[in-house]
């Protein structure tokens, strides 16, 4: 089969995904996530009498606890599949990630299992992380003085 042949069976078969629709159901899902972190900044800030950066801390610990205890019952993955994006960017989508591959592998033990597998998919996430912040900290250094 010549390469022009296999293109055009696999544009075919393909399905066309609606681009913009998965956009703005993304767009929109990303910025409830964005208002309910600011309201539960200003929750924590108001009712326990916190400053924004530690109300900041609270906030994601909340965040990450819904994403994780979400992929136990398992809604997380159907949600996903509606917003896309739209909680897959956000911080719950990292407590998705390693909360799944606990769960996926919790049968070998916590050490085996859980304690190897768990970062599999969020590693290089907090790998690239941590360089970029060092190279943008050197460069922060370098460029602009300290």
Known sequence: ?????????????????????????????????????????????????????????????????????????????????FAKCGLIVPITGFAHACQSAALEYRKEGLVTGIGANMFKLAGSVIIFGVVSAYIFGLLRIFVMGG
């Open 1 to 81: 089969m010549e390469k022009k042949d296999y293109k055009k069976l696999v544009d075919k078969y393909t399905p066309n995904a609606p681009r913009f629709k998965n956009a703005i159901i993304a767009f929109l899902i990303g910025g409830f996530m964005g208002v309910l972190g600011n309201f539960l900044i200003d929750a924590y800030s108001f009712y326990f009498n916190l400053s924004s950066k530690d109300a900041g801390v609270f906030m994601i610990i909340t965040l990450v606890f819904i994403g994780c205890f979400l992929t136990c019952l398992g809604f997380f993955d159907k949600w996903v599949n």
